[in-house]
């Protein structure tokens, strides 16, 4: 009950203080916004299809919608993965093919395309586009239409000589193909990269910034009046781990919960996300009980830790993409527990892995944390066994 009592003070204090309302809980989301809307995305406005069928219009509609230049158009399974995927950026809008349309257009039914995007803009470019491409597929059908209904030819019949008469390209192959490898998935979201950077980053920042109040509980004499009681010193080593962990976790999970309801960011299997996050937790409670346990006042410790965490951050890829690195700095940044972390987060969301994918990279995080904690442990109790401490 004690180290819950020393965790939970620690916790309350981080509430308390006011300054952390913008640290803790604006600055990380602000980022993570401008990160996406700067950088976020791909090169070429993306355009999500959802085809129902097979129908030989509906492919005719795909394939002209894929023909446009200017676009990049991404294929999705279902019509709530498509509105998913508009909805967190992962593509700018969408394109529904709704089933039965042969024999919408063999009836002469109105055939409707819908389309979705975002209400915050940029939509209008990219229905022009899907409408122009739907436009020149029911060229052909109107004309088969008119045959039919005019001179009673067979509406098939008709539509297949229609469809060679329009065919731009008659006589003329295209063949495309793409080569290399893309340094990101086409489905990833606006957000979806700079969320765990930023995760990470604010993470070990919030644990090691927040030794200062580790160092003014010593100042203050609070750690010796606990001495003086019936408490161990191990009862307050842990405590004080307890409430570095309990910081860095709460930061969190409000990164995480705030970023998939504002952002609808994807962060893979929940399972491997929550053990990276619990992990490097861990990893930030030791470093900042081992920074507090080092430095002699909390205007060091502040200012160090702010720059260590910093410093650590860029190494390690939570500012820059690692990808960008060189393969000698990509080396060098797996130093920092910054970037394993980020290796399990891009295993999980951009490959689609799952607990047993990340296994390296928790291992590496866990032996991480326990060798700070072990380090933090031991140089807090020479630092509140000696006299004065």
Request: glycine content about 12%; overall charge negative; aromatic content about 8%.
């Amino acid at each position: 009950m004690k180290v819950l009592a020393i965790g939970g003070a620690n916790l309350r204090r981080m509430f308390r203080e006011r300054s952390n309302i913008f640290f803790v809980f604006i600055l990380p989301i602000g980022i993570i916004l401008l990160v996406g809307a700067q950088f976020g995305g791909r090169v070429l406005p993306g355009v999500g299809v959802y085809q129902a069928d097979q129908d030989r219009l509906a492919a005719a509609i795909f394939e002209e919608i894929d023909r446009e230049e200017g676009i990049s158009v991404i294929t999705y399974d279902s019509h709530e993965e498509l509105v998913g995927a508009v909805e967190r950026g992962a593509v700018q809008a969408g394109a529904v093919i709704p089933p039965g349309i042969d024999e919408a257009a063999a009836g002469g039914e109105v055939i409707e395309i819908g389309f979705l995007a975002r209400s915050s803009g940029g939509g209008q470019p990219l229905q022009a586009f899907v409408s122009s491409a739907v436009a020149r597929v029911m060229t052909p059908v109107s004309a088969a239409r008119f045959a039919s209904n005019e001179v009673g030819a067979d509406f098939e019949t008709a539509l297949d000589l229609a469809f060679v008469i329009n065919d731009p390209g008659l006589g003329v192959e295209v063949e495309t193909s793409a080569v290399g490898e893309a340094l990101f998935p086409p489905t990833l979201g606006r957000f979806d990269l700079g969320a765990s950077q930023q995760l990470v980053l604010f993470i070990f920042l919030t644990a090691v910034a927040g030794s200062a109040a580790l160092i003014l509980t010593r100042q203050l004499g609070i750690s010796t009046r606990m001495l003086s009681t019936p408490t161990s010193i191990g009862t307050i080593v842990i405590g004080e781990g307890a409430g570095r962990f309990a910081v860095a976790l709460v930061q969190a999970l409000y990164i995480v919960f705030a970023t998939l309801i504002l952002f609808r960011v994807d962060w893979g299997d929940p399972l491997g996300a929550a053990l990276i996050v619990v992990t490097f937790s861990a990893v930030g409670a030791g470093a900042g009980l081992l920074a507090g346990a080092l430095f002699v006042n909390d205007q060091q410790a502040s200012g160090i830790s702010i720059m260590l965490g910093l410093g650590l951050a860029a190494l390690g890829g939570a500012m820059l993409p690692s990808e960008l690195f060189s393969d000698t700095l990509q080396t060098i940044a797996h130093i920092t527990p910054h970037a394993w972390a980020l290796d399990g987060f891009a295993e999980l969301v951009r490959r689609d892995g799952t607990v047993v994918d990340i296994l390296p990279e928790l291992g590496v995080l866990t032996a991480y944390a326990a060798v700070l904690l072990a380090l933090a442990s031991w140089r807090l109790r020479a630092v509140l066994t000696r006299p004065g401490g």
